[in-house]
């Protein structure tokens, strides 16, 4: 129970954080890291039980009819992710502190980081497939509003856009293929569906499922051709792209991939997927980080590159790849988000992120270079870092095999190869142009003429990463017992034991490490004409083909809505009613008509007197030519119905029917106050024609559904159990309110929320109206 | 331009007022049982206010009723949603209602379910909503 609170709390903080926004200030973010520390100490204290092979589960009903349920599950592989959540995020939050000006909207920033990381936490603890969806579409949310976070910038929106379509209609995908895994399997249940891996891989629907799922993934992690999200999505202040879009977020696909391994991993279109698409996105993603000036352009394709890499492990289908994938998904997300935050150090001293602008930076940056030095080395796969032992695992994985056509000899250790060369290429010139070598010159005006070392605060963070990348590769036993051990039993679904050790013997793994560094070298000195490629613009590519599609979609919708939404009033109520009409008439007539047995009743005076009253009324509405008038005795009509019910004994009714009618009389009188005069023109034949055969439809319509559902009887409905069940189960004796605030409690406050998003509607209407020129 | 208005009208609005707004908290308690309840309290609140509204005219009603009623609306969904979760905690489900007997010295024996906190989530953002309306509406804007 203590675990499902836990997982609850970053999102109650968020909460919180905006109301008390305007006291804390710049002080929302000490707040934010102690959450994030407090969790990270609470989760560390689940290792020594899920390392010696634990397991912690608990469930919160939700709709328990239909199977929906908050349930926690809590391995290795959870545990790893919601330690590396909290972790990095406790550093991230420390260093964001003093990386935003003092000026910005600190409690809005917070609030989005402490929602994204309850939404990542849920993601990555839970075990029902639905919630896992709400939390997983939660953290694209979240990263929106943190991409978006300066939302004056053009650019920030187009890049907010842009990662939240693919990574949202990703996860609409990834949807579909969880319902029909559920219509398979029948559950929810993610930890129930681990055992049953044969039986979904054998299902007929498996390729549909695999493919819809795996569209999740991709999307989520920037596998090519869904990779163009990503260099957009770094418009976001630096603290966001080093936590979400390097270290956690990005790794959801990975995530799912490495959870969902056991059910459907193994077989060769998997692999092709999976692996295929991996590999190629390893390669893709190194070529075009070498052939950048942006740094942070640099590192988010460096980021698309290496997830491809973990990707492509998970897809090998081997206990190897499995090892391989896990302790680098680890030693990635250390040293590439330590290398987000330098970079971060960099822009903040100098206004610069430009490669082509900056050098010579180590003596004006002593400390941050060191970082830098240590994090980029580990990226460039050099021992004796933990990264240089996770790519030897991988360049084993590789010679090894895989399942399929992916295992052809030689295929997958060249592509590895190929990819690891631009990997250790970028890397090294990250911190050499950066630090080492001579700055350009002419200096640019707007780069900093003496750029001074950041605080403290800011440096530390990417310095404990970068040591912590260090201490992998020094003692790789600690991460073994602790940490991928128990990741890769979780994923492989059986018991593994990594061996992980800086030093493997000779061997294919050290020999293509060598081949790597001699290669990598080469095209480092040889990179000029990659920094040539990168000015003429590459222009068919998926990245073309979303504008393009983008701005289909906007044509078809403005043409669309031109059609339809004409901006007369009285063709929306054509509309309206002759759709309601047909649909009513439409369903009844071929039914068999009017039902035969109804209820009747005689008719009492008073009663035929008010509906005598109503019916002039209405009648009388069609010859008013002044609003005032008209909307008056509208209102009188509204009245005399509530008067009817009255008369009929549904006080609960007549209340609601008087006060909305007095309500919205007013409001309508506001309203008529600004619209210009009124002068009908005569209608002519046609119209009134029209408009009479409408009204008498409608109002065929209206009587013949009333009869039809009075002629049920009352065996078939559901109005006897809410009679008899009102006063016992729900304590209350109107049942007209026990309906609507208990039994149908879920109606109404999806009632509710809709009321409350058309005010939205409104006030942005009124306000935007009367700002524009 | 003086908002034109009566004697009468102005203290007939005066003098119901609070009972109004007393007619609406009573509607909003008794509606588990008798006629009432959170939306019908919430209107009766927006028409109390619109009959203040149309006697004085603008300057007769807060000036910071749009923001006020915004925030209201928040705390309304935010309640109506937050009743739902001790269902969770209990293992019951979301929404759960309970009926909870008291003892209390001058009434006696008051019994009252716990969806009535959904109610006053649901009163609360009515009333908003409405009142949002109509000093958005309202305002005198060209």
């Given at each position: 129970m203590i675990l499902l609170a836990m997982m609850?709390?970053?999102?109650?903080?968020?909460?919180?954080?905006?109301?008390?926004?305007?006291?804390?200030r710049t002080r929302s973010g000490w707040v934010a890291a102690a959450v994030s520390a407090a969790l990270f100490a609470y989760f560390a204290t689940w290792l020594p039980a899920v390392a010696g092979g634990d397991v912690a589960r608990a469930e919160a009903s939700w709709a328990p009819a239909v199977g929906l349920s908050l349930t926690v599950y809590l391995d290795g592989l959870s545990l790893f992710f919601a330690l590396l959540v909290t972790g990095i995020g406790t550093l991230i939050f420390l260093y964001a502190r003093f990386y935003l000006g003092a000026h910005e909207d600190h409690p809005r920033f917070f609030a989005s980081m402490l929602l994204f990381m309850g939404s990542m936490l849920g993601v990555v603890v839970s075990s029902n497939l639905i919630a896992l969806f709400v939390f997983w579409e939660l953290t694209s949310l979240s990263s929106f509003f943190l991409i978006g976070f300066w939302h004056e910038r053009e650019a920030s929106r187009y890049g907010a856009t842009k990662a939240l379509l693919i990574t949202a209609l990703g996860g609409l995908a990834m949807l579909l293929g969880f319902i029909l895994l559920y219509l398979?399997?029948?559950?929810?249940?993610?930890?129930?569906?681990?055992?049953?891996?044969?039986?979904?891989?054998?299902?007929?629907?498996?390729?549909?499922?695999?493919?819809?799922?795996?569209?999740?993934?991709?999307?989520?992690?920037?596998?090519?051709?869904?990779?163009?999200?990503?260099?957009?999505?770094?418009?976001?202040?630096?603290?966001?792209?080093?936590?979400?879009?390097?270290?956690?977020?990005?790794?959801?696909?990975?995530?799912?991939?490495?959870?969902?391994?056991?059910?459907?991993?193994?077989?060769e279109l998997w692999a092709t997927l999976v692996g295929g698409i991996g590999m190629l996105t390893l390669v893709v993603g190194g070529v075009l980080a070498l052939r950048q000036d942006d740094l942070k352009a640099l590192l988010a394709?460096?980021?698309?590159?290496?997830?491809?890499?973990?990707?492509?492990?998970?897809?090998?289908?081997?206990?190897?790849?499995?090892?391989?994938?896990?302790?680098?998904?680890?030693?990635?997300?250390?040293?590439k988000a330590a290398l987000f935050l330098v970079v971060g150090i960099v822009e903040?001293?100098?206004?610069?992120?430009?490669?082509?602008?900056?050098?010579?930076?180590?003596?004006?940056?002593?400390?941050?270079?060191?970082?830098?030095?240590?994090?980029?080395?580990?990226?460039?796969?050099?021992?004796?870092?933990?990264?240089?032992?996770?790519?030897?695992?991988?360049?084993?994985?590789?010679?090894?095999?895989?399942?399929?056509?992916?295992?052809t000899p030689g295929l997958l250790p060249a592509a590895m190869v190929a990819g690891s060369v631009f990997t250790f290429a970028y890397s090294i010139r990250l911190v050499h142009e950066v630090f080492f070598r001579l700055a350009p010159a002419p200096r640019p005006p707007h780069v900093a003429a003496h750029p001074h070392e950041a605080t403290w605060w800011l440096w530390v963070p990417p310095g404990i990463l970068a040591a912590k990348g260090l201490v992998l590769g020094l003692f790789p036993g600690l991460a073994e017992v602790w940490t991928v051990g128990p990741m890769a039993t979780a994923i492989a679904g059986r018991p593994l034991h990594p061996h992980l050790t800086l030093w493997h013997g000779m061997g294919w793994p050290l020999g293509l490490s060598a081949v790597t560094i001699l290669l990598g070298l080469a095209l480092y000195r040889a990179r000029a004409p990659f920094a040539a490629w990168r000015r003429g613009r590459w222009a068919p590519g998926p990245d073309a083909a979303y504008d393009a599609g983008l701005a289909l979609l906007d044509r078809a919708a403005t043409a669309w809505s031109g059609w339809l939404q004409s901006g007369d009033l009285r063709r929306y109520l054509v509309i309206v009613i002759a759709a309601v009409t047909a649909a009513a008439l439409g369903a009844l007539l071929p039914s068999g008509g009017w039902p035969a047995a109804v209820e009747t009743r005689r008719l009492l005076p008073y009663e035929g007197l008010v509906l005598l009253l109503i019916a002039a009324a209405a009648a009388a509405l069609?010859?008013?030519?002044?609003?005032?008038?008209?909307?008056?005795?509208l209102g009188s009509v509204g009245y005399l119905v509530g008067i009817f019910f009255i008369v009929l004994q549904a006080p609960d009714l007549a209340l609601t029917q008087i006060l909305i009618e007095t309500v919205s009389l007013v409001l309508f009188l506001l309203v008529i106050r600004r619209l210009p005069p009124y002068a009908p023109e005569a209608p002519g034949w046609a119209r009134i024609l029209r408009d009479l055969t409408l009204s008498a439809g409608a109002g065929v319509a209206v009587v013949a559904v009333l009869l039809a559902t009075m002629g049920r009887s009352a065996r078939e409905t559901i109005a006897a159990y809410f009679l008899a069940e009102?006063?016992?189960?729900?304590?209350?004796?109107?049942?007209?309110?026990?309906?609507?605030?208990?039994f149908r409690g879920y109606d109404t406050l999806g009632e509710i929320s809709v009321l409350a998003i058309g005010l939205l509607g409104v006030y942005a209407l009124i306000t935007l109206a009367v700002k524009r020129p | 331009m003086k908002h034109p208005t009566t004697f009468l009208a102005t203290t007939v609005a005066?003098?119901?007022?609070?009972?109004?707004?007393?007619?609406?908290?009573?509607?909003?308690?008794?509606?588990?049982?008798?006629?009432?309840?959170?939306?019908?309290?919430?209107?009766?609140?927006?028409?109390?206010?619109?009959?203040?509204?149309?006697?004085?005219?603008?300057?007769?009603?807060?000036?910071?009723?749009?923001?006020?009623?915004?925030?209201?609306?928040?705390?309304g969904l935010t309640l109506a949603l937050g009743s739902g979760v001790a269902g969770l905690a209990?293992?019951?489900?979301?929404?759960?209602?309970?009926?909870i007997h008291w003892q209390l010295p001058v009434l006696g024996e008051v019994a009252w379910a716990t969806a009535l906190v959904f109610d006053v989530g649901i009163f609360l953002l009515v009333a908003g909503v409405g009142l949002a309306l109509l000093a958005f509406i309202g305002e005198d804007r060209p």
């Amino acid at each position: 129970m203590i675990l499902l609170a836990m997982m609850l709390v970053p999102m109650a903080a968020a909460g919180l954080l905006l109301p008390l926004g305007r006291l804390l200030r710049t002080r929302s973010g000490w707040v934010a890291a102690a959450v994030s520390a407090a969790l990270f100490a609470y989760f560390a204290t689940w290792l020594p039980a899920v390392a010696g092979g634990d397991v912690a589960r608990a469930e919160a009903s939700w709709a328990p009819a239909v199977g929906l349920s908050l349930t926690v599950y809590l391995d290795g592989l959870s545990l790893f992710f919601a330690l590396l959540v909290t972790g990095i995020g406790t550093l991230i939050f420390l260093y964001a502190r003093f990386y935003l000006g003092a000026h910005e909207d600190h409690p809005r920033f917070f609030a989005s980081m402490l929602l994204f990381m309850g939404s990542m936490l849920g993601v990555v603890v839970s075990s029902n497939l639905i919630a896992l969806f709400v939390f997983w579409e939660l953290t694209s949310l979240s990263s929106f509003f943190l991409i978006g976070f300066w939302h004056e910038r053009e650019a920030s929106r187009y890049g907010a856009t842009k990662a939240l379509l693919i990574t949202a209609l990703g996860g609409l995908a990834m949807l579909l293929g969880f319902i029909l895994l559920y219509l398979a399997t029948g559950t929810w249940d993610l930890s129930a569906l681990l055992g049953r891996g044969a039986e979904v891989r054998s299902h007929p629907w498996y390729a549909v499922i695999l493919v819809l799922v795996y569209l999740g993934c991709a999307t989520k992690s920037a596998q090519t051709p869904f990779h163009i999200w990503l260099p957009n999505a770094m418009e976001a202040p630096t603290p966001v792209s080093a936590y979400l879009h390097s270290a956690t977020m990005v790794q959801a696909g990975l995530y799912l991939a490495a959870r969902l391994f056991p059910v459907l991993g193994g077989t060769e279109l998997w692999a092709t997927l999976v692996g295929g698409i991996g590999m190629l996105t390893l390669v893709v993603g190194g070529v075009l980080a070498l052939r950048q000036d942006d740094l942070k352009a640099l590192l988010a394709y460096s980021t698309v590159s290496q997830l491809g890499l973990v990707m492509a492990m998970f897809g090998l289908g081997t206990a190897a790849g499995v090892e391989a994938g896990t302790f680098h998904l680890m030693t990635h997300a250390i040293f590439k988000a330590a290398l987000f935050l330098v970079v971060g150090i960099v822009e903040h001293e100098t206004h610069s992120r430009r490669l082509s602008e900056l050098g010579g930076l180590r003596r004006a940056l002593p400390f941050t270079a060191a970082c830098a030095l240590l994090a980029s080395l580990a990226s460039a796969g050099l021992p004796p870092f933990g990264a240089f032992i996770s790519k030897e695992m991988a360049f084993a994985a590789t010679v090894e095999g895989a399942v399929g056509w992916l295992g052809t000899p030689g295929l997958l250790p060249a592509a590895m190869v190929a990819g690891s060369v631009f990997t250790f290429a970028y890397s090294i010139r990250l911190v050499h142009e950066v630090f080492f070598r001579l700055a350009p010159a002419p200096r640019p005006p707007h780069v900093a003429a003496h750029p001074h070392e950041a605080t403290w605060w800011l440096w530390v963070p990417p310095g404990i990463l970068a040591a912590k990348g260090l201490v992998l590769g020094l003692f790789p036993g600690l991460a073994e017992v602790w940490t991928v051990g128990p990741m890769a039993t979780a994923i492989a679904g059986r018991p593994l034991h990594p061996h992980l050790t800086l030093w493997h013997g000779m061997g294919w793994p050290l020999g293509l490490s060598a081949v790597t560094i001699l290669l990598g070298l080469a095209l480092y000195r040889a990179r000029a004409p990659f920094a040539a490629w990168r000015r003429g613009r590459w222009a068919p590519g998926p990245d073309a083909a979303y504008d393009a599609g983008l701005a289909l979609l906007d044509r078809a919708a403005t043409a669309w809505s031109g059609w339809l939404q004409s901006g007369d009033l009285r063709r929306y109520l054509v509309i309206v009613i002759a759709a309601v009409t047909a649909a009513a008439l439409g369903a009844l007539l071929p039914s068999g008509g009017w039902p035969a047995a109804v209820e009747t009743r005689r008719l009492l005076p008073y009663e035929g007197l008010v509906l005598l009253l109503i019916a002039a009324a209405a009648a009388a509405l069609i010859f008013l030519r002044n609003r005032l008038a008209a909307v008056i005795v509208l209102g009188s009509v509204g009245y005399l119905v509530g008067i009817f019910f009255i008369v009929l004994q549904a006080p609960d009714l007549a209340l609601t029917q008087i006060l909305i009618e007095t309500v919205s009389l007013v409001l309508f009188l506001l309203v008529i106050r600004r619209l210009p005069p009124y002068a009908p023109e005569a209608p002519g034949w046609a119209r009134i024609l029209r408009d009479l055969t409408l009204s008498a439809g409608a109002g065929v319509a209206v009587v013949a559904v009333l009869l039809a559902t009075m002629g049920r009887s009352a065996r078939e409905t559901i109005a006897a159990y809410f009679l008899a069940e009102s006063l016992p189960a729900a304590g209350g004796r109107n049942v007209v309110n026990v309906i609507l605030i208990d039994f149908r409690g879920y109606d109404t406050l999806g009632e509710i929320s809709v009321l409350a998003i058309g005010l939205l509607g409104v006030y942005a209407l009124i306000t935007l109206a009367v700002k524009r020129p | 331009m003086k908002h034109p208005t009566t004697f009468l009208a102005t203290t007939v609005a005066r003098l119901v007022f609070p009972f109004l707004l007393l007619l609406s908290l009573h509607l909003l308690l008794v509606g588990h049982n008798r006629p009432g309840g959170g939306f019908i309290a919430g209107v009766m609140l927006v028409a109390a206010v619109a009959l203040q509204y149309v006697t004085f005219g603008l300057a007769g009603t807060p000036r910071r009723l749009p923001r006020g009623s915004l925030g209201l609306v928040a705390f309304g969904l935010t309640l109506a949603l937050g009743s739902g979760v001790a269902g969770l905690a209990t293992g019951d489900g979301f929404l759960k209602s309970w009926v909870i007997h008291w003892q209390l010295p001058v009434l006696g024996e008051v019994a009252w379910a716990t969806a009535l906190v959904f109610d006053v989530g649901i009163f609360l953002l009515v009333a908003g909503v409405g009142l949002a309306l109509l000093a958005f509406i309202g305002e005198d804007r060209p």
